[in-house]
């Protein structure tokens, strides 16, 4: 109990069980000052499994009650307030969490929490919490530009509204609707109000640090945002989503070691995520160019697993990666797709056919493309505020020749989402329109462009030792040569 205390940087620890039979449920707890070893207060509960928000509510008032706080009308007010009267419609929307938190910002995961929650609302559409959520996870959709990201927008509003009209001043709807703002508008300014709003009434919620730390990055105050995501994850220490955002934090500003040291927290809560343990080896790669620890890490899997579809997938993608293209392809013919992350296999297509390209297999890398060429301008002309589908049209052209078409993608890309507006997206925005630069031989452009690059923070692209090992027209020339050998292109950025 005293390490646990430590480590949480508690006094007290709640300690309990719920064991359920049916529709009766027994819950019991005890509550423990750490340092003594003393039991406060203990209690135990058989009920019907509808009273559960009951116990809730029992609980906290008779902890606080324990404890000697006081509780303000307001929060007896919370405390006593039942989410929804459907067990069915909660056990949803927890589903609806969990999966977001164990999988991440995958297709496929940001789906099913989507269709958990409208079944939740579909269950009881007086349910404002998983109105919220549904509201935030639309708005997520539409910030992503997944397909579809229009129709996703005007579902959050639908949703946003119905928690309002609901609960207007349950805290979870307070950072509901700054969840709204921040993805479905980027308006940073409203969705902070919200939170610090929110952060009034629950001044330890792990939510406000998470939150406020995901805009200020977006501002570029990289540092106050590292020190709220850590704020999030101490608060809250197995919430996979807050440890992902740390270490995206992390790894955007080049801190490696304190990066991997947190990705060794996911896969201890993940043991058997062989993803995030790819990721971990990933990390000494992003840092020091070294492909030891990943090739040891594919070598050592089993049989089976090197022959999974995931395993095929990660070794595929490693190939390209760290330049061995022949490889790649040959692994990309025995398996052309990998689908259970929901990633779009027009995506899928244009990462396979840059391997053909790097290569200088044009008409390859053409053929690889096949029919998503049209999908891609199709998407782009469907929904032109998706600046993501423009990225990858952009490149596309790039690959096919079509210079002017190519620049005019991304130049617009950069206008639509600048830096100023996003010092996330906007700098991998601009990244695309560096290797386009790269690719139609502005060979000018493209080394300005990187050499400013490289002293900024970005999570998704930008990294010196992938585009070391990646296709550049830039290889040997001595200016390039010396961006990519200077330590300071690798060195952390404070």
């Known amino acids: 109990m005293r390490q646990i205390a430590q480590e949480l940087g508690v006094t007290y620890i709640l300690e309990g069980s719920v064991r359920r039979s049916g529709n009766k449920v027994r819950v019991t707890s005890q509550l423990i000052h750490a340092a003594s070893d003393e039991h406060v ?30 509780l303000s009308p307001e929060e007896k007010v919370l405390i006593a307030r039942k989410p929804t009267e459907n067990p069915a419609a ?71 509204d119905r928690a309002l ?9 307070i950072g509901g609707v700054g969840t709204y703002y921040y993805y479905g508008f980027r308006d940073y300014a409203r969705a ?30 990289w540092a106050q945002s590292l020190a709220n995501s850590r704020r999030a994850t101490e608060l809250d220490p197995a919430n996979l989503r807050y440890l992902r955002n740390l270490q995206a ?45 990943v090739d040891a890490f594919l070598a050592g899997l089993s049989a089976a697993e090197r022959d999974s579809e995931l395993g095929l997938a990660m070794r595929k993608g490693w190939a390209g990666t760290k330049g061995d293209f022949a490889e790649a392809i040959r692994i990309d013919r025995l398996q052309p797709y990998y689908d259970k992350d929901g990633t779009p296999r027009w995506m899928q297509a244009f990462t396979a056919a840059t391997n053909y390209f790097s290569m200088g297999d044009v008409a390859g890398a053409k053929a690889r493309l096949g029919d998503y060429v049209a999908e891609i301008r199709a998407l782009v002309e469907r929904e032109p505020g998706n600046v993501n589908a423009l990225g990858f049209l952009a490149s596309v052209e ?50 300005a462009e990187y050499t400013r690059l490289f002293r ?25 040569e010396a961006l990519i050998n200077d330590p300071a292109s690798s060195a952390p950025l404070f």
């Not at 692209?461 to 200016?479: A, C, I, K, S």
Request: aromatic share 8%; glycine share 6%.
């Open 41 to 70: 207060w203990a209690q135990s509960y058989d009920r019907d499994l509808t009273d559960v928000f009951t116990i809730q509510a029992e609980l906290s008032q008779q902890i606080a009650g324990a404890l000697k706080a006081a």
């Open 90 to 160: 909660y056990d949803l929307f927890l589903r609806a969490r969990d999966v977001l938190n164990r999988e991440g910002n995958t297709y496929a995961a940001r789906q099913r929490q989507i269709d958990l929650l409208e079944s939740a609302v579909k269950l009881d559409p007086a349910f404002a919490q998983a109105w919220g959520e549904l509201a935030g996870a639309c708005a997520y959709w539409y910030f992503s530009n997944f397909d579809g990201m229009d129709a996703r927008l005007a579902r959050a509003k639908v949703a946003i």
């Open 165 to 173: 009209q609901l609960a207007p001043e349950d805290p979870e709807i």
């Open 192 to 221: 902070t109000e919200q939170y610090e709003r929110l952060a009034r009434l629950q001044p330890n919620s792990p939510i406000v640090f998470n939150s406020l730390g995901l805009i200020q990055r977006r501002q570029g105050r």
């Open 249 to 293: 934090t992390l790894t955007a500003v080049r801190r490696w070691d304190e990066a991997r040291a947190v990705k060794a927290r996911i896969v201890a809560l993940l043991p058997g995520s062989l993803e995030d343990q790819f990721q971990l080896a990933f990390n000494s790669f992003q840092a020091t160019g070294s492909t030891r620890e």
């Open 398 to 447: 790039a690959m096919l020749g079509n210079k002017a078409e190519a620049l005019r993608c991304a130049e617009l890309g950069v206008t639509l989402l600048p830096e100023s507006r996003d010092n996330l997206d906007g700098v991998t925005m601009a990244w695309v329109r560096a290797l386009v630069y790269d690719v139609v031989g502005e060979k000018e452009k493209a080394l």
């Open 456 to 480: 900024v923070p970005s999570t998704a692209l930008g990294n010196v030792h992938e585009l070391q090992h990646g296709f550049t027209t830039l290889r040997g020339d001595p200016r390039f």
